[in-house]
């Protein structure tokens, strides 16, 4: 099972909006709507921000927001802050019934 | 509150045998599957496996099939992943988190292994 492709850095700037692409194959991002992403800070454990492709968890900012089209998943964050500066990860059920990360995606708000 | 609370940190030598826990509280634990995932110093996440403690079916990643080994011992809540000759390579840190249907909504705080001679 190879992990889901993922920009090794993005940026953009304060207040500005960004996009984090995930690309997998069918047996993955594209069979299922089950793509989920993660936040982690330095030292900290992942923290769940989209689920189901495009859902979010209680108490998470609404500007993130997720999407997918064919093999593709992204992650948008509006509005940037300087506090969302840190690494995302996407995540897949697979059609092993396992689940598969993304590489990670380091974001820098300028 | 749900909380998944596992084992300190560990430093072992290669060869040496290690099993480090996750404790499971707030919710009832059997009905829902604890996975692990590790991450190497500076690296990304990588799936390693996965238990129902019900009935402690397990699915492992192949990648970690036979490497490591996941039981659970739900009389009291927890789960554990285990290694019976750590190697070098093994130094990472290793999370457990609860799948709630297909994603992982709560997570452990990190156990780190540091295997060195």
């Known amino acids: 099972q190879s992990a889901l492709t993922q920009p090794a850095s993005v940026s953009g700037s304060l207040g500005q909006s960004t996009t984090i692409s995930c690309t997998g194959t069918?047996?993955?991002?594209?069979?299922?709507?089950?793509v989920s992403w993660y936040q982690q800070h330095p030292g900290k454990a992942p923290k769940l921000m989209i689920y189901?492709?495009?859902n979010r968890p209680s108490g998470v900012s609404n500007r993130f927001s997720g999407s997918k089209s064919g093999n593709t998943a992204s992650l948008t964050i509006s509005g940037l802050q300087a506090e969302d500066e840190t690494d995302y990860y996407c995540?897949?059920?697979?059609?092993?019934?396992?689940?598969?990360f993304g590489g990670g995606t380091k974001l820098t708000v300028l | 509150e749900v909380q998944l609370v596992q084992s300190g940190a560990e430093v072992k030598k290669p060869g040496e045998s290690l099993k480090i826990s996750c404790k499971g509280s707030g919710y009832s634990f059997t009905n829902y599957w604890i996975g692990w995932v590790r991450q190497m110093p500076g690296k990304g996440l990588e799936w390693m496996g996965i238990?129902?403690?019900?009935?402690?079916?397990?699915r492992y990643s192949p990648s970690f099939q036979g490497q490591v080994i996941i039981s659970v011992d739900k009389s009291i809540s927890t789960a554990y992943l285990q290694w019976s000759s750590l190697k070098a390579s093994d130094t990472a840190v290793y999370y457990c988190?609860?799948?709630?249907?297909?994603?992982?909504?709560?997570w452990g705080q990190g156990t780190l292994v540091t295997v060195s001679s």
């Open positions: 995540s897949s059920f697979t059609s092993s019934s396992t689940w598969v």
């Open positions: 069918s047996s993955d991002v594209g069979g299922y709507n089950y």
């Open positions: 189901d492709v495009s």
């Open positions: 238990i129902y403690p019900s009935d402690s079916d397990i």
């Open positions: 988190a609860r799948r709630y249907e297909k994603y992982f909504d709560y």
